[in-house]
């Protein structure tokens, strides 16, 4: 019997507007092929975002057309699967009694995904789709903007690196529920929408105006629309318009109310209602850069849920990128609370080293990895408020941000790892002091550990140590630093904060100087 080269794969995405699912045959990121795809609409933003919660008659749709997926999986002999649910569901007050439902019905796990990594999975399909047209960042900047149904997502790249991420609670769906029906038809609307949005995005346009962007990026829930409008064959993947001729479009749309542009453009009163805030919100986005051109992409929230899992599964090199790019991220994060850089690197790269050294014997993988790093980029972010108490200013202020591509999940263990690098993990005498939850103790201990020995070995941060070789042997974990001057301070605060370590590992940490 001839042995099966490839593996079958399912991305449903359970949408504000549409459950659709994607079955891909793969070999590698570069090897597969796309042999289904289904699109079943549902109002389900509309009912969320409304009242904040699903109706059960929209429950028994929602299994029923999921049930209806699973025998297609089934007949394909899909052998991988994810199911990820985004704005909608998440912001459901009775989203666990649906994804109970779905369960019980159909034997799915639906993995409601954070706004963060929704923007993120848009994100990292975009990049793709940009790089196979073999355009970059490397000279001049991007702004990236995807519009979902109930959210807004701007990032900056620039020289390949994510310089500036915001996610705004402004979408398209969820602007339209916040203005009732007569409001809509007002002959006032279109200024007092304006206003509203430009009030909502304001702090993007203080944090870009010294950045240069070449090229706006947009994406998002009715760019299709606008392409018809725009008179652009929908059926390519990217559209280049230079941004006068948006700006243009944009200039005609603007006179029309509601009812005008029912009848100007011959488009379905349901239609011009998502219509109209997405042209307004553009606009506003538009007006915050002076780019030269605009870019339109057609990828899905779908197509970044098969990219991340292909290549996740299949390439290195992918999974390189991606760390590097998440990384670039934390930088900008620590820039924006002025970070100390060279420090930060110094422990960022002691940390890599030690963790490298234990992860296998301790149950710690790729993904702890990536948690660490950002812990150990972000560990003092908190002396930009204030330098004593500066740990607890860095929980909060982690907490405070979105992170692309990480769940809140994620976010709490580096936050939680900030904070406990230099405190002690149960001290009830500290009423301040974040609860760690019990199912992320021991990952958040690990990380924790390791950043408080790597930022005793630059506490004078002038990263003396050039270099360390570790060495494990008889319960004793021996650095060995490559110094070429006094380290006495780094030595005392090494001795002083090794206990931690020696309660989580059961290993007695040493730090032994050595000539260059």
């Not at 006179?255 to 100007?264: A, S």
């Not at 899992?309 to 760390?323: P, Y």
Request: charge should be neutral; proline fraction near 2%.
């Amino acid at each position: 019997m001839k042995r099966k080269s490839y593996t079958t794969f399912a991305a449903i995405h359970l949408g504000s507007e549409m459950i659709s699912m994607q079955i891909t045959e793969y070999r590698g990121i570069d090897r597969y092929k796309v042999v289904e795809c289904c699109n079943r609409r549902i109002r389900l933003g509309e009912e969320t975002f409304k009242n904040n919660i699903i109706p059960f008659s929209m429950v028994n749709e929602i299994c029923e057309i999921l049930y209806g997926f699973k025998c297609l999986m089934e007949e394909y002999g899909v052998e991988e699967y994810k199911l990820q649910a985004t704005t909608a569901v998440r912001e459901a007050r009775n989203q666990i009694f649906l994804l109970d439902q779905i369960y019980s019905k159909t034997g799915l796990i639906v993995d409601v995904v954070d706004m963060p990594q929704e923007i993120y999975t848009k994100f990292a399909a975009i990049r793709n789709t940009l790089k196979e047209a073999k355009i970059t960042s490397e000279r001049e900047g991007m702004l990236m903007m995807d519009i979902s149904s109930g959210g807004l997502g701007v990032t900056l790249v620039q020289d390949e690196q994510i310089k500036y991420q915001e996610n705004f609670h402004v979408g398209i769906i969820r602007i339209k529920e916040s203005f009732e029906r007569n409001k809509r038809e007002s002959l006032h609307f279109n200024r007092a929408l304006t206003e509203f949005l430009s009030s909502t995005i304001g702090p993007v346009r203080s944090e870009l105006k010294q950045d240069h962007v070449r090229y706006l990026v947009l994406s998002g829930t009715e760019t299709e629309l606008l392409l018809k409008m725009m008179h652009l064959d929908v059926q390519k993947k990217l559209h280049r318009i230079k941004a006068d001729d948006f700006h243009q479009f944009f200039k005609q749309m603007r006179k029309l109310n509601l009812p005008q542009m029912i009848e100007f453009y011959g488009i379905k009163e349901s239609v011009a209602e998502l219509v109209l805030p997405t042209v307004l919100l553009y606009e506003q986005l538009l007006n915050l850069v002076p780019a030269k051109e605009i870019i339109i992409t057609a990828d899905r929230f779908i197509d970044g849920m098969q990219l991340l899992h292909i290549g996740n599964k299949t390439s290195a090199d992918f999974r390189k990128s991606q760390e590097q790019e998440l990384i670039s991220l934390f930088h900008c994060i620590g820039r924006h609370y002025a970070y100390d850089r060279k420090h930060v690197e110094q422990v960022e790269r002691l940390s890599l080293i030690i963790f490298d050294k234990l992860a296998k014997n301790y149950g710690m993988g790729e993904h702890e990895r990536l948690l660490m790093r950002g812990a150990a980029i972000l560990h003092d972010i908190g002396k930009y408020i204030c330098m004593r108490s500066h740990s607890l200013y860095s929980y909060q202020l982690i907490m405070a941000t979105d992170i692309l591509g990480f769940s809140d999940y994620d976010k709490e263990i580096i936050a939680m790892a900030a904070y406990y690098h230099a405190n002690k993990l149960y001290a009830p005498e500290n009423k301040k002091a974040p609860i760690v939850r019990k199912d992320m103790v021991a990952v958040v201990a690990k990380i924790a550990a390791i950043i408080r020995i790597a930022d005793a070995m630059d506490r004078s941060y002038l990263q003396k140590i050039k270099g360390c070789n570790v060495i494990i042997k008889d319960n004793i974990m021996q650095i060995l630093a490559s110094c070429s001057v006094d380290m006495a301070l780094e030595e005392w605060t090494f001795t002083a904060k090794a206990d931690f370590f020696e309660e989580v590992y059961g290993l007695k940490a040493l730090l032994e100087r050595v000539e260059e």
